[in-house]
Protein backbone atom coordinates (compact mmCIF):
# COMPACT_ATOMS: atom_id res chain seq x y z
CA UNK A 1 0.00 0.00 0.00
CA UNK A 2 0.81 3.71 0.36
CA UNK A 3 4.28 3.81 2.96
CA UNK A 4 6.12 0.93 1.78
CA UNK A 5 9.45 2.78 1.50
CA UNK A 6 10.85 0.48 4.15
CA UNK A 7 10.02 -2.40 2.04
CA UNK A 8 13.18 -4.42 0.78
CA UNK A 9 13.45 -3.77 -3.14
CA UNK A 10 16.15 -3.44 -5.37
CA UNK A 11 16.32 -0.21 -6.03
CA UNK A 12 18.79 -0.20 -8.94
CA UNK A 13 17.09 -3.42 -10.54
CA UNK A 14 15.59 -1.92 -14.08
CA UNK A 15 11.97 -1.77 -14.01
CA UNK A 16 9.74 -2.92 -16.54
CA UNK A 17 11.72 -6.39 -16.04
CA UNK A 18 9.01 -7.41 -13.84
CA UNK A 19 6.94 -7.59 -16.82
CA UNK A 20 8.62 -9.35 -19.07
CA UNK A 21 9.85 -11.94 -16.13
CA UNK A 22 5.67 -12.23 -15.90
CA UNK A 23 5.12 -12.52 -18.88
CA UNK A 24 7.68 -15.62 -19.53
CA UNK A 25 6.68 -17.04 -16.41
CA UNK A 26 2.93 -17.09 -15.35
CA UNK A 27 1.66 -19.28 -17.58
CA UNK A 28 4.51 -22.27 -16.92
CA UNK A 29 4.03 -21.06 -12.97
CA UNK A 30 0.29 -21.13 -13.43
CA UNK A 31 0.17 -24.80 -14.62
CA UNK A 32 3.03 -26.29 -12.31
CA UNK A 33 0.50 -25.28 -9.72
CA UNK A 34 -2.48 -26.39 -10.99
CA UNK A 35 -1.09 -29.69 -11.14
CA UNK A 36 -0.76 -29.66 -7.74
CA UNK A 37 -3.98 -28.69 -6.48
CA UNK A 38 -6.24 -29.57 -9.54
CA UNK A 39 -8.59 -26.37 -8.79
CA UNK A 40 -8.43 -23.25 -10.84
CA UNK A 41 -9.06 -21.01 -7.66
CA UNK A 42 -6.51 -22.28 -5.45
CA UNK A 43 -3.93 -22.43 -8.49
CA UNK A 44 -4.75 -18.53 -9.17
CA UNK A 45 -4.61 -17.64 -5.45
CA UNK A 46 -1.17 -19.61 -5.03
CA UNK A 47 0.18 -17.76 -8.92
CA UNK A 48 -0.63 -14.41 -7.37
CA UNK A 49 1.04 -15.24 -3.68
CA UNK A 50 4.32 -16.48 -6.22
CA UNK A 51 4.43 -13.21 -8.48
CA UNK A 52 3.03 -11.26 -5.02
CA UNK A 53 6.10 -11.96 -3.33
CA UNK A 54 8.86 -11.41 -6.26
CA UNK A 55 7.61 -7.91 -6.48
CA UNK A 56 8.96 -7.39 -3.15
CA UNK A 57 12.11 -10.11 -3.28
CA UNK A 58 12.90 -10.90 -6.74
CA UNK A 59 16.07 -9.34 -7.71
CA UNK A 60 15.51 -8.83 -11.27
CA UNK A 61 19.01 -8.53 -11.94
CA UNK A 62 19.75 -11.99 -11.62
CA UNK A 63 19.89 -13.74 -15.06
CA UNK A 64 16.68 -16.12 -16.61
CA UNK A 65 17.66 -19.33 -15.37
CA UNK A 66 17.97 -18.62 -11.81
CA UNK A 67 15.22 -16.04 -11.51
CA UNK A 68 13.02 -18.97 -12.91
CA UNK A 69 14.46 -21.29 -10.04
CA UNK A 70 13.64 -18.84 -7.50
CA UNK A 71 10.30 -18.67 -8.61
CA UNK A 72 9.61 -22.16 -8.97
CA UNK A 73 11.11 -22.69 -5.51
CA UNK A 74 8.63 -20.02 -3.96
CA UNK A 75 5.82 -21.68 -5.73
CA UNK A 76 6.69 -25.24 -4.12
CA UNK A 77 6.92 -23.75 -0.45
CA UNK A 78 3.35 -21.92 -1.15
CA UNK A 79 1.99 -25.31 -2.25
CA UNK A 80 3.61 -26.85 0.65
CA UNK A 81 1.61 -24.38 2.75
CA UNK A 82 -1.62 -24.65 0.92
CA UNK A 83 -1.89 -28.45 1.58
CA UNK A 84 -0.72 -27.98 5.47
CA UNK A 85 -3.43 -26.37 5.99
CA UNK A 86 -5.38 -30.23 4.67
CA UNK A 87 -3.69 -31.72 7.39
CA UNK A 88 -3.68 -29.64 10.70
CA UNK A 89 -0.40 -31.56 11.12
CA UNK A 90 2.97 -30.87 10.88
CA UNK A 91 3.41 -31.82 6.80
CA UNK A 92 5.40 -34.67 6.23
CA UNK A 93 6.61 -35.44 2.68
CA UNK A 94 6.13 -32.31 0.76
CA UNK A 95 9.98 -30.51 2.54
CA UNK A 96 10.04 -26.82 2.40
CA UNK A 97 12.52 -25.74 0.21
CA UNK A 98 15.08 -22.93 1.08
CA UNK A 99 14.13 -19.89 -0.72
CA UNK A 100 17.57 -18.33 -1.54
CA UNK A 101 20.53 -18.17 -4.23
CA UNK A 102 22.62 -19.86 -2.58
CA UNK A 103 21.55 -23.47 -2.93
CA UNK A 104 20.83 -22.94 -6.81
CA UNK A 105 20.64 -26.02 -9.12
CA UNK A 106 24.26 -25.80 -11.08
CA UNK A 107 21.98 -26.47 -14.44
CA UNK A 108 19.53 -23.98 -13.41
CA UNK A 109 20.71 -21.63 -15.68
CA UNK A 110 20.50 -23.69 -18.37
CA UNK A 111 16.80 -24.98 -17.85
CA UNK A 112 14.21 -22.46 -19.50
CA UNK A 113 11.14 -22.04 -17.65
CA UNK A 114 9.03 -23.63 -20.20
CA UNK A 115 11.20 -26.61 -20.41
CA UNK A 116 10.39 -27.34 -16.56
CA UNK A 117 6.99 -26.57 -17.11
CA UNK A 118 6.28 -28.95 -20.30
CA UNK A 119 9.03 -31.99 -18.15
CA UNK A 120 6.54 -31.32 -14.88
CA UNK A 121 3.67 -31.87 -17.16
CA UNK A 122 4.56 -35.46 -18.60
CA UNK A 123 5.88 -36.30 -15.45
CA UNK A 124 2.62 -35.59 -13.60
CA UNK A 125 0.72 -37.31 -16.63
CA UNK A 126 2.95 -40.34 -16.51
CA UNK A 127 2.75 -40.68 -12.87
CA UNK A 128 -1.21 -40.78 -13.40
CA UNK A 129 -1.25 -43.37 -15.71
CA UNK A 130 1.31 -45.58 -13.28
CA UNK A 131 -0.73 -45.34 -10.46
CA UNK A 132 -3.45 -45.92 -12.50
CA UNK A 133 -2.48 -49.33 -13.80
CA UNK A 134 -1.18 -50.02 -10.34
CA UNK A 135 -4.73 -50.12 -8.82
CA UNK A 136 -7.49 -52.85 -9.57
CA UNK A 137 -9.47 -52.55 -12.35
CA UNK A 138 -12.92 -51.07 -11.12
CA UNK A 139 -10.94 -48.89 -8.48
CA UNK A 140 -8.75 -47.23 -11.73
CA UNK A 141 -12.16 -47.37 -13.43
CA UNK A 142 -13.93 -45.49 -11.37
CA UNK A 143 -10.70 -42.42 -11.18
CA UNK A 144 -10.50 -43.04 -14.33
CA UNK A 145 -14.11 -41.45 -15.41
CA UNK A 146 -14.40 -39.40 -12.39
CA UNK A 147 -11.26 -37.42 -12.51
CA UNK A 148 -10.08 -37.60 -16.24
CA UNK A 149 -12.74 -38.01 -17.71
CA UNK A 150 -14.89 -35.61 -15.37
CA UNK A 151 -18.29 -37.78 -15.06
CA UNK A 152 -20.63 -36.64 -12.35
CA UNK A 153 -21.31 -39.33 -9.65
CA UNK A 154 -24.09 -40.45 -11.30
CA UNK A 155 -23.28 -40.63 -14.69
CA UNK A 156 -19.96 -42.40 -13.29
CA UNK A 157 -22.16 -45.19 -11.93
CA UNK A 158 -24.18 -45.43 -14.72
CA UNK A 159 -21.53 -46.44 -16.65
CA UNK A 160 -20.46 -48.66 -13.91
CA UNK A 161 -23.59 -50.14 -13.70
CA UNK A 162 -23.77 -49.33 -9.72
CA UNK A 163 -25.69 -47.01 -7.78
CA UNK A 164 -24.26 -43.53 -7.05
CA UNK A 165 -24.00 -44.31 -3.18
CA UNK A 166 -21.76 -47.61 -4.50
CA UNK A 167 -20.15 -45.09 -6.93
CA UNK A 168 -18.97 -42.47 -4.00
CA UNK A 169 -18.33 -45.12 -1.42
CA UNK A 170 -16.04 -47.39 -5.12
CA UNK A 171 -14.36 -43.67 -5.28
CA UNK A 172 -13.51 -42.79 -1.83
CA UNK A 173 -11.43 -46.60 -1.64
CA UNK A 174 -9.99 -46.12 -4.88
CA UNK A 175 -8.49 -42.88 -3.80
CA UNK A 176 -7.64 -44.31 -0.47
CA UNK A 177 -5.73 -46.65 -2.28
CA UNK A 178 -4.03 -44.90 -4.55
CA UNK A 179 -2.79 -42.77 -1.74
CA UNK A 180 -1.23 -45.17 -0.32
CA UNK A 181 0.46 -46.58 -3.82
CA UNK A 182 1.08 -42.59 -4.31
CA UNK A 183 2.97 -42.81 -0.55
CA UNK A 184 5.33 -45.78 -1.51
CA UNK A 185 6.47 -44.96 -4.73
CA UNK A 186 8.08 -41.47 -2.85
CA UNK B 1 -27.30 -49.39 0.95
CA UNK B 2 -27.13 -50.12 4.41
CA UNK B 3 -25.49 -47.65 6.64
CA UNK B 4 -21.70 -48.26 7.34
CA UNK B 5 -19.49 -45.88 9.88
CA UNK B 6 -17.41 -45.08 6.44
CA UNK B 7 -20.73 -43.78 5.04
CA UNK B 8 -20.31 -40.13 6.51
CA UNK B 9 -17.06 -39.51 5.49
CA UNK B 10 -17.98 -40.56 1.97
CA UNK B 11 -20.26 -38.18 2.00
CA UNK B 12 -18.31 -35.83 3.44
CA UNK B 13 -15.37 -36.55 1.23
CA UNK B 14 -17.57 -35.55 -1.70
CA UNK B 15 -18.23 -32.47 -0.77
CA UNK B 16 -14.26 -32.08 -1.46
CA UNK B 17 -14.46 -34.00 -4.97
CA UNK B 18 -17.15 -31.76 -5.77
CA UNK B 19 -15.81 -28.18 -5.04
CA UNK B 20 -12.55 -29.89 -6.80
CA UNK B 21 -14.13 -31.47 -10.04
CA UNK B 22 -16.35 -28.78 -10.25
CA UNK B 23 -14.45 -25.93 -10.51
CA UNK B 24 -15.03 -24.49 -7.11
CA UNK B 25 -12.68 -24.24 -4.18
CA UNK B 26 -12.26 -27.02 -1.99
CA UNK B 27 -12.31 -26.70 1.99
CA UNK B 28 -10.06 -28.31 4.15
CA UNK B 29 -12.84 -28.83 6.36
CA UNK B 30 -14.10 -31.25 4.29
CA UNK B 31 -10.57 -33.14 4.98
CA UNK B 32 -11.08 -34.75 8.25
CA UNK B 33 -7.54 -36.48 9.10
CA UNK B 34 -3.77 -37.04 7.24
CA UNK B 35 -4.94 -39.79 5.48
CA UNK B 36 -7.95 -38.12 3.84
CA UNK B 37 -5.55 -35.45 3.34
CA UNK B 38 -3.33 -37.84 1.40
CA UNK B 39 -6.19 -38.73 -0.69
CA UNK B 40 -6.82 -35.27 -1.26
CA UNK B 41 -3.78 -34.54 -2.70
CA UNK B 42 -3.92 -37.52 -4.49
CA UNK B 43 -7.52 -36.26 -5.82
CA UNK B 44 -5.89 -32.90 -6.42
CA UNK B 45 -3.18 -34.64 -8.86
CA UNK B 46 -5.28 -36.38 -10.37
CA UNK B 47 -7.20 -33.44 -11.24
CA UNK B 48 -4.20 -31.52 -12.13
CA UNK B 49 -2.87 -34.10 -14.69
CA UNK B 50 -5.84 -33.53 -17.07
CA UNK B 51 -4.02 -31.27 -19.31
CA UNK B 52 -3.08 -28.18 -16.66
CA UNK B 53 -5.38 -25.48 -18.84
CA UNK B 54 -3.73 -22.24 -19.68
CA UNK B 55 -4.72 -19.44 -16.63
CA UNK B 56 -7.62 -17.38 -17.16
CA UNK B 57 -6.65 -13.94 -19.47
CA UNK B 58 -8.81 -11.46 -17.25
CA UNK B 59 -6.83 -13.22 -13.90
CA UNK B 60 -3.59 -12.95 -15.81
CA UNK B 61 -4.44 -8.98 -16.32
CA UNK B 62 -5.74 -8.45 -12.87
CA UNK B 63 -2.73 -9.84 -11.42
CA UNK B 64 -0.24 -7.72 -13.69
CA UNK B 65 -2.51 -4.89 -12.68
CA UNK B 66 -1.71 -5.45 -8.93
CA UNK B 67 1.93 -6.64 -9.53
CA UNK B 68 2.06 -2.84 -11.52
CA UNK B 69 0.84 -1.43 -8.57
CA UNK B 70 2.78 -3.05 -5.67
CA UNK B 71 6.59 -2.00 -7.75
CA UNK B 72 4.92 1.45 -8.60
CA UNK B 73 4.46 1.81 -4.72
CA UNK B 74 8.11 0.11 -3.78
CA UNK B 75 9.40 1.97 -6.21
CA UNK B 76 7.77 5.51 -4.82
CA UNK B 77 7.58 7.06 -8.37
CA UNK B 78 4.25 8.54 -8.65
CA UNK B 79 3.82 11.82 -6.73
CA UNK B 80 0.75 13.33 -7.98
CA UNK B 81 0.54 17.37 -7.18
CA UNK B 82 -1.56 18.05 -3.90
CA UNK B 83 -4.90 19.37 -4.44
CA UNK B 84 -6.17 21.82 -1.84
CA UNK B 85 -4.67 20.24 0.89
CA UNK B 86 -6.85 22.28 3.05
CA UNK B 87 -7.14 20.42 7.00
CA UNK B 88 -10.33 20.79 8.86
CA UNK B 89 -10.07 20.99 12.77
CA UNK B 90 -12.93 18.03 13.86
CA UNK B 91 -13.90 16.61 16.62
CA UNK B 92 -15.70 13.28 15.53
CA UNK B 93 -13.06 10.07 15.27
CA UNK B 94 -14.32 7.78 12.58
CA UNK B 95 -13.27 8.08 9.15
CA UNK B 96 -16.68 8.38 7.79
CA UNK B 97 -18.78 11.55 6.45
CA UNK B 98 -21.76 12.56 7.35
CA UNK B 99 -23.53 14.62 4.50
CA UNK B 100 -25.92 17.33 5.69
CA UNK B 101 -29.18 17.74 4.20
CA UNK B 102 -28.19 20.63 2.43
CA UNK B 103 -25.55 18.51 0.83
CA UNK B 104 -27.59 15.57 0.41
CA UNK B 105 -30.32 18.53 -1.83
CA UNK B 106 -27.59 19.62 -3.97
CA UNK B 107 -26.15 16.28 -5.30
CA UNK B 108 -29.99 15.00 -5.43
CA UNK B 109 -29.18 12.62 -3.65
CA UNK B 110 -32.43 12.35 -1.80
CA UNK B 111 -34.74 12.36 -4.61
CA UNK B 112 -32.74 8.87 -5.88
CA UNK B 113 -35.21 6.40 -4.22
CA UNK B 114 -38.20 7.10 -1.27
CA UNK B 115 -36.73 4.04 0.97
CA UNK B 116 -33.44 5.28 0.84
CA UNK B 117 -33.96 9.46 1.15
CA UNK B 118 -35.56 7.88 4.45
CA UNK B 119 -32.58 6.19 5.69
CA UNK B 120 -30.79 9.19 4.57
CA UNK B 121 -32.91 11.85 6.89
CA UNK B 122 -32.76 9.42 9.49
CA UNK B 123 -28.75 9.30 9.74
CA UNK B 124 -28.37 12.49 9.15
CA UNK B 125 -31.01 14.13 11.89
CA UNK B 126 -29.46 10.92 14.18
CA UNK B 127 -26.68 12.92 14.78
CA UNK B 128 -28.38 15.99 16.65
CA UNK B 129 -26.78 18.30 14.72
CA UNK B 130 -25.30 19.41 11.58
CA UNK B 131 -21.36 19.05 11.40
CA UNK B 132 -19.62 21.94 9.47
CA UNK B 133 -19.17 22.39 6.26
CA UNK B 134 -17.57 20.35 3.82
CA UNK B 135 -15.87 18.76 6.34
CA UNK B 136 -14.74 15.27 6.31
CA UNK B 137 -12.31 13.27 8.54
CA UNK B 138 -10.16 11.13 9.78
CA UNK B 139 -9.23 8.10 11.58
CA UNK B 140 -5.97 6.70 12.87
CA UNK B 141 -5.26 4.05 9.67
CA UNK B 142 -1.52 5.30 8.83
CA UNK B 143 -2.44 6.56 5.95
CA UNK B 144 -2.28 9.89 7.32
CA UNK B 145 1.12 10.33 8.10
CA UNK B 146 3.47 12.85 6.61
CA UNK B 147 2.35 14.38 3.54
CA UNK B 148 -0.32 13.47 1.39
CA UNK B 149 -3.69 15.09 -0.62
CA UNK B 150 -7.11 14.85 -1.05
CA UNK B 151 -7.54 12.73 -4.61
CA UNK B 152 -10.97 12.59 -6.23
CA UNK B 153 -12.20 9.17 -6.42
CA UNK B 154 -15.89 9.40 -7.13
CA UNK B 155 -19.02 11.97 -7.38
CA UNK B 156 -21.16 12.12 -4.71
CA UNK B 157 -24.35 11.24 -6.95
CA UNK B 158 -23.42 8.03 -8.02
CA UNK B 159 -22.72 6.61 -4.75
CA UNK B 160 -26.43 5.99 -3.82
CA UNK B 161 -26.99 4.27 -0.56
CA UNK B 162 -26.27 0.97 -0.91
CA UNK B 163 -24.03 1.57 -3.71
CA UNK B 164 -20.53 1.02 -4.06
CA UNK B 165 -17.89 3.19 -6.86
CA UNK B 166 -14.65 1.72 -7.28
CA UNK B 167 -11.65 4.29 -7.60
CA UNK B 168 -7.92 3.44 -7.81
CA UNK B 169 -5.34 5.76 -6.83
CA UNK B 170 -1.39 6.02 -6.94
CA UNK B 171 -1.24 4.59 -3.70
CA UNK B 172 -4.02 2.26 -3.42
CA UNK B 173 -7.11 0.81 -4.69
CA UNK B 174 -10.65 0.48 -2.97
CA UNK B 175 -14.40 1.35 -3.21
CA UNK B 176 -16.58 4.42 -1.64
CA UNK B 177 -19.16 3.20 -0.24
CA UNK B 178 -23.06 4.53 1.15
CA UNK B 179 -23.90 2.64 4.21
CA UNK B 180 -27.56 4.01 4.67
CA UNK B 181 -26.17 7.66 3.91
CA UNK B 182 -22.63 7.39 5.84
CA UNK B 183 -19.80 7.89 3.13
CA UNK B 184 -16.87 6.33 3.14
CA UNK B 185 -13.37 4.60 1.39
CA UNK B 186 -12.88 1.31 1.99
CA UNK B 187 -9.66 -0.09 0.92
CA UNK B 188 -10.13 -3.07 -1.49
CA UNK B 189 -7.23 -5.65 -0.19
CA UNK B 190 -7.77 -8.33 1.37
CA UNK B 191 -6.65 -8.32 4.52
CA UNK B 192 -5.86 -12.05 4.47
CA UNK B 193 -3.30 -12.28 1.79
CA UNK B 194 -3.75 -8.80 -0.52
CA UNK B 195 -6.47 -10.70 -3.02
CA UNK B 196 -8.85 -7.61 -4.60
CA UNK B 197 -12.47 -7.46 -2.66
CA UNK B 198 -15.48 -7.21 -5.03
CA UNK B 199 -18.28 -5.42 -3.84
CA UNK B 200 -21.51 -6.63 -3.55
CA UNK B 201 -24.69 -5.02 -3.42
CA UNK B 202 -26.74 -7.47 -2.94
CA UNK B 203 -25.11 -8.24 0.21
CA UNK B 204 -23.78 -5.16 0.93
CA UNK B 205 -20.58 -6.38 1.67
CA UNK B 206 -17.07 -6.73 -0.01
CA UNK B 207 -16.05 -10.18 -1.02
CA UNK B 208 -12.74 -11.98 -1.15
CA UNK B 209 -12.65 -14.32 -4.21
CA UNK B 210 -9.69 -15.97 -2.67
CA UNK B 211 -10.82 -17.80 0.42
CA UNK B 212 -14.35 -16.64 0.79
CA UNK B 213 -13.85 -13.56 3.89
CA UNK B 214 -16.32 -11.34 3.40
CA UNK B 215 -16.38 -7.27 5.15
CA UNK B 216 -18.77 -5.24 6.05
CA UNK B 217 -19.05 -1.31 5.18
CA UNK B 218 -17.62 -0.65 7.92
CA UNK B 219 -14.86 -2.24 6.58
CA UNK B 220 -14.66 -5.31 9.66
CA UNK B 221 -14.88 -8.64 9.04
CA UNK B 222 -18.69 -9.24 8.45
CA UNK B 223 -18.43 -14.06 8.32
CA UNK B 224 -15.92 -14.76 10.92
CA UNK B 225 -16.29 -16.56 13.78
CA UNK B 226 -17.12 -14.28 16.16
CA UNK B 227 -19.63 -12.47 14.35
CA UNK B 228 -21.15 -15.88 13.27
CA UNK B 229 -21.70 -16.51 16.73
CA UNK B 230 -23.19 -13.63 17.79
CA UNK B 231 -25.35 -13.72 14.56
CA UNK B 232 -25.92 -16.82 14.25
CA UNK B 233 -24.46 -17.09 10.82
CA UNK B 234 -23.74 -15.86 7.62
CA UNK B 235 -26.38 -15.14 4.52
CA UNK B 236 -25.17 -17.50 1.73
CA UNK B 237 -21.88 -19.09 3.72
CA UNK B 238 -22.14 -22.66 4.61
CA UNK B 239 -19.71 -21.72 7.19
CA UNK B 240 -17.39 -19.06 8.97
CA UNK B 241 -14.93 -17.68 7.61
CA UNK B 242 -12.05 -19.71 9.88
CA UNK B 243 -9.56 -16.62 10.72
CA UNK B 244 -9.63 -13.40 12.07
CA UNK B 245 -8.92 -10.52 9.74
CA UNK B 246 -8.15 -6.47 11.11
CA UNK B 247 -10.22 -4.57 9.41
CA UNK B 248 -10.07 -3.35 5.91
CA UNK B 249 -7.65 0.22 5.56
CA UNK B 250 -10.31 3.24 5.40
CA UNK B 251 -8.67 6.10 3.87
CA UNK B 252 -10.31 9.60 4.99
CA UNK B 253 -12.73 10.99 3.01
CA UNK B 254 -14.32 14.47 2.28
CA UNK B 255 -17.09 15.72 0.32
CA UNK B 256 -16.88 18.43 -1.64
CA UNK B 257 -18.81 20.06 -5.15
CA UNK B 258 -20.62 17.13 -5.02
CA UNK B 259 -17.56 15.13 -5.67
CA UNK B 260 -15.82 12.50 -2.87
CA UNK B 261 -12.19 12.43 -2.32
CA UNK B 262 -9.84 10.32 -0.29
CA UNK B 263 -7.03 11.74 1.63
CA UNK B 264 -3.74 9.81 -0.29
CA UNK B 265 -0.25 9.58 0.98
CA UNK B 266 2.38 10.70 -0.87
CA UNK B 267 4.34 7.63 -1.61
Known amino acids: MANSVDR ?179 | MAERPEDAAVERFERYLDALLGGGRPSPEDVADANEAEMARTAAELSGAVGAPDPDPAFVEQLRLRMRQADQGIASVQVPPPTRPRLVESDTSSSRVRLTRRQLLQTGLVGAAGLAAGVVGASVLGTGRALPGDLIWDDGSGLIAGQGFWSPVAMVADVAPGAAVRFSTAAFDGYVVNDGGEIRALSSVCTHMGCTLHFRSDWQDLRCPCHGASFDLKGELANGRDRWRQTGGYRGDAKAYPVALPPLVRPKVKVEDGQVFVWTAQV
Open chain 1, 8 to 186: PHNATAPRGRFEEIYDAQVVPIYRFIYARVGNRPDAEDLTAQVFMRAVEQLDTSREEGQIASWLYRVAQNAIADYWRAFYRLPLVGTEQVAVGWEPMAPSASGESAPTQSEADADRSHARVQHLLHRLPEHYARVLELRFLQRLSVAETAERMGITRGNAKVLQYRALRKAALLGETDG
